[in-house]
C-alpha cells in the first residue's frame, strides 16, 4: 500500500532553521498538506496545497515542492514550534488518503 | 463561530461497536466533507475516511472497509462515525475534521473536534 516517508526527529536551536522532508510516489500527483501537533491538541493545519499558508500561521512557516518529496521549512525556530509534525496527501488516484509517519520536532 | 463538538470518552468490550457523533455549528454543513482521524496511545495520525455532507459519498480506509460506517445527519449538522468488531488496537482518540470540500476528499482541514477517546478493553 502507498506510504509516506517522514523522518521520525529533526533537532535544531532555536534562531535556526529546521526543514522536515516528506517523500512519497505521488507527490508530484497530488497537494500536501502539513500538521502541527502538541501533546494533548488536536492538530492544527500550518500548510495547505504544498506552499499555502492559512490565516493565522506565522510567516516563519513555508512549504516547497520537489518531485517526489515535499519539506516543510521553519525558519527562525521558536521553542513553541516544539511539536510533532505530519504530513498528509493521497495516492495517485486521490481516493485514499494517509498520513506520514510524523516527525518530532526538538528545538534544543 | 465554527466548531465540531464531539461526544464524550467511551470504554467498550472487544467485538462490540461505538458510534462517536461530531455535531458542527458555525457554518453551512453541507458545503463541506468530513474526515475522520484515529490517533492510537503514543503513536500517529490515522486517516479513517470521509464523507459528504453534501450528498452522503463516503470513502474509507481499505484497512478499517467492513467494519466502518460514516454517516451525516443534515437536519441536526451532524456526522457519525461507527466502527464495529472493536479490538484492543482500535484504542484511540478519534478526531472529527471539517474538509475543505464537499465532492472529493482533501487534507484541508482547518476545523477539528476536541477528540474522542474510546478504550477497547475486557
Known amino acids: 500500500s502507498y506510504e509516506l516517508t517522514q523522518p521520525p526527529s529533526v533537532s535544531v536551536s532555536p534562531g535556526q532553521t529546521a526543514r522536515i522532508t516528506c517523500s512519497g510516489d505521488a507527490l508530484p500527483k497530488q497537494y500536501a498538506y502539513w500538521y502541527q501537533q502538541k501533546p494533548g491538541q488536536a492538530p492544527v493545519l500550518v500548510i495547505y496545497k504544498d506552499s499555502e499558508r492559512p490565516s493565522g500561521i506565522p510567516e516563519r512557516f513555508s512549504g516547497s515542492s520537489s518531485g517526489t518529496t515535499v519539506t516543510l521549512t521553519i525558519s527562525g525556530v521558536q521553542a513553541e514550534d516544539e511539536a510533532d509534525y505530519y504530513c498528509?496527501?493521497?495516492?495517485?488516484?486521490?481516493?485514499?488518503?494517509?498520513f506520514g509517519g510524523g516527525t518530532k520536532l526538538t528545538v534544543l | 463561530q465554527v466548531q465540531l463538538v464531539q461526544s464524550g470518552a467511551e470504554v467498550k468490550k472487544p467485538g462490540a461497536s461505538v458510534k462517536v457523533s461530531c455535531k458542527a455549528s458555525g457554518y453551512t454543513f453541507t458545503s463541506y466533507g468530513i474526515s475522520w482521524v484515529r490517533q492510537a496511545p503514543g503513536q500517529g495520525l490515522e486517516w479513517m475516511g470521509w464523507i459528504s455532507a453534501y450528498n452522503g459519498n463516503t470513502n474509507y480506509a481499505q484497512k478499517l472497509q467492513g467494519r466502518v460506517t460514516m454517516t451525516t445527519d443534515t437536519s441536526t449538522s451532524t456526522a457519525y462515525m461507527e466502527l464495529r468488531s472493536l479490538r484492543s488496537d482500535d484504542t484511540a482518540v478519534y478526531y472529527c475534521?471539517?474538509?475543505?470540500?464537499?465532492?472529493?476528499?482533501?487534507?484541508?482541514?482547518?476545523?477539528w473536534g476536541q477528540g474522542t477517546l474510546v478504550t477497547v478493553s475486557s
Open positions: 498528509q496527501s493521497a495516492d495517485s488516484s486521490g481516493t485514499y488518503r494517509m
Open positions: 475534521a471539517r474538509d475543505h470540500f464537499p465532492i472529493s476528499p482533501s487534507g484541508w482541514h482547518i476545523v
